[in-house]
């Protein structure tokens, strides 16, 4: 009988704390908050603090709308709907979203549950965890306030706060916010992230480190998974040996490139260049970078840098004699002129000067420096007389070769010959290549050409088709023109074939001292055009000046060899070395229709007159 009563008071009591209030809350059109009793295997019925409440104990679950939440013991509130889980607790809503804790604190009516201890939440592909977790029934948002960590695959984030959106997938993190991936780290103070695709989106600073490369950016999206990534504000990327930045960078780490787009600045920091361009390709894994839509080329020197312009610049780095990397065509692609449009629609490779081909050009051209230095050998004079006192402005006078000997000039160290390994170079040397309209600035040489080959390797710069220097006020042109650097400074420049030297005679007037020949070799001294060397049918035409620099005679020659001497930027004194024939002409006498040589022609109107000119102010 005892027994009896005892079951009928359990009845009344779980009508008073559960069915009556679960009843209020159906009347009042709000059965969903209702928190059904689905099973405990001891159900006992206590007062705290002057309010009853329901506790159940073992393997207890309850039941709101499709959401099931199970645990070792639990205190119900019916009159505030509340539920207070421990052990082992489980919320299960709706089979899609499972939540875990030692400890739960569940309101019913606005249906949001606190989770402590061990806390973790998972949608079968995600697991968030932390200290402390709240989930949104109703919204379906998952909240982190103490700290927290997501683990999408093999990608794992932390921060100090987090929501995760379930029904989007989309995780909000915010404060100290690290992202470790087998790949790559990443460092931020407010990230977003889609655990479906698996994009992060930066909208703060933010530093992408994969071990080799260092990446800061403001704004932009990665996609962890393809590693694809889109980033503007200006970005920067940063490694060992360059840094590169612009408006926006597009990074393919399937294919190592990245495609800078608005103000691009790519800086060897090595070899001390910099390039800049409003598009550029760039693959810092194989230390390539092209440039195109204005490129301005700077290569930093300690006295006189020098910039150049062209409609397309490339640089990649050699070891030895072979390329570590070229160009690479895309599929589909077929004009350069493409190579400005959007990433997908780039493709490499850029055209070669005409009749040469890539290997040619990366090969050691010693043959045009060679012949010159052989001829410079050949020319027998006594050194000692080098540095005789030269005649003074206006009383120049044809010599022989014995009144002014040539001094031994030693070319430059011979480069090793292609595939010779037996001293193998295994250091790693910038090459530039510049096509269509190329122009060259520093302070003491100027120059054009269609297109240009430059390897730091033997620090030759090689200048093709119509190509034009101009150095102390003196125009220097040939079919191809060498141009050798040593210590960052202009060392000896080679003109051949067609070698055409042309100096005005008097600034504005049609006076042009001029000299050509088969080969023309010329030296600096402190990047000033010292003297140069003509060989073979080499003509002359120069006009003599006296004292007071009045026009006293014009001389017209022909020689074997000649020898041309500058001073203080002018023509100081010309050397006939072989078998000279000349005819002195008063200059009031000149014949004017043959004071031009075959095939001159002055180009000042084509001279770069300051960097600010190639950079387009």
Excluded at 50 to 68: C, Y
Excluded at 100 to 117: C, I
Excluded at 159 to 172: I, L, Q
Excluded at 591 to 601: A, C, G, Q, R, V
Aim: charged share 20%; net charge neutral.
């Amino acid at each position: 009988m005892q027994h009896l009563i005892r079951y009928g008071l359990v009845l009344i009591g779980i009508y008073l704390l559960g069915i009556r209030p679960a009843l209020a809350q159906q009347k009042n059109g709000d059965s969903t908050s209702v928190i059904h009793i689905l099973h405990a295997d001891t159900l006992n019925n206590i007062t705290r603090d002057s309010v009853q409440l329901a506790r159940f104990i073992g393997n207890a679950s309850f039941r709101q709308g499709n959401t099931i939440i199970s645990c070792d013991s639990a205190f119900k509130n019916g009159l505030s709907n509340q539920l207070d889980a421990y052990g082992h607790v489980h919320i299960n809503q709706a089979d899609s979203v499972q939540v875990y804790g030692d400890y739960l604190h569940y309101e019913g009516n606005a249906k949001m549950a606190t989770l402590r201890g061990n806390a973790r939440l998972t949608d079968g592909k995600v697991n968030i965890s932390g200290p402390e977790l709240q989930y949104d029934m109703n919204a379906r948002i998952g909240t982190y306030t103490q700290g927290g960590k997501l683990i999408n695959g093999s990608s794992v984030l932390t921060s100090k706060e987090g929501y995760y959106y379930a029904d989007t997938k989309d995780v909000y993190f915010k404060y100290n916010v690290l992202l470790i991936d087998p790949s790559y780290t990443l460092t931020t103070d407010t990230l977003l992230y889609n655990t479906d695709t698996k994009i992060a989106t930066m909208v703060a600073p933010t530093t992408i480190n994969d071990g080799k490369t260092v990446m800061y950016t403001t704004s932009g999206y990665y996609n962890t998974e393809t590693g694809y990534g889109n980033f503007g504000s200006r970005p920067t990327i940063v490694d060992s040996a360059s840094t590169i930045t612009a408006d926006n960078i597009e990074t393919d780490k399937t294919t190592g490139y990245s495609y800078a787009t608005g103000n691009m600045v790519y800086r060897d920091t090595a070899n001390h260049m910099s390039l800049l361009s409003n598009y550029g390709k760039v693959n810092q894994a194989n230390k390539t970078v092209l440039a195109t839509q204005h490129p301005l080329l700077i290569l930093e020197r300690q006295k006189d840098t020098l910039y150049m312009v062209a409609d397309t610049l490339f640089s990649g780095v050699m070891r030895g004699d072979s390329i570590i990397t070229a160009p690479v065509k895309r599929p589909g692609v077929d004009s350069l002129a493409q190579d400005t449009a959007a990433p997908e629609k780039i493709k490499a490779p850029l055209p070669l000067p005409p009749a040469d081909s890539l290997a040619t050009l990366l090969q050691p051209d010693t043959t045009a420096p060679a012949a010159a230095d052989t001829i410079l050998q050949k020319a027998k004079a006594d050194t000692a007389n080098t540095h005789k006192a030269r005649p003074a402005a206006g009383k120049r006078q044809l010599q022989k070769n014995n009144d002014l000997p040539v001094p031994d000039l030693k070319g430059p160290e011979p480069l090793a010959a292609p595939g010779d390994t037996a001293k193998p170079d295994t250091v790693e040397r910038r090459y530039i290549l510049a096509y269509h309209h190329v122009r060259i600035f520093s302070d003491s040489l100027q120059g054009v050409a269609d297109s240009l080959y430059y390897s730091s390797r033997d620090s030759v710069f090689r200048f093709y088709r119509n190509p034009v220097l101009w150095a102390n006020d003196t125009q220097l042109s040939g079919d191809t023109i060498y141009l050798y650097t040593k210590n960052q400074q202009a060392d000896k420049l080679v003109l051949q074939p067609n070698a055409l030297i042309v100096n005005e005679a008097e600034p504005d007037k049609p006076l042009y001292n001029q000299i050509k020949g088969n080969i023309i070799t010329g030296y600096f001294v402190g990047n000033a055009l010292d003297w140069m060397h003509v060989d073979g049918n080499a003509e002359s035409i120069y006009y003599v000046k006296d004292d007071e620099g009045g026009f006293i005679s014009v001389n017209k020659s022909l020689s074997a060899i000649i020898n041309i001497h500058f001073k203080g930027g002018e023509l100081n004194k010309v050397v006939f070395i072989k078998d000279p024939e000349g005819t002195m002409y008063p200059f009031t006498q000149r014949p004017k229709e043959e004071l031009l040589l075959e095939n001159f022609h002055w180009d000042i109107k084509r001279k770069p007159k300051s960097k600010y000119e190639l950079m387009g102010q």
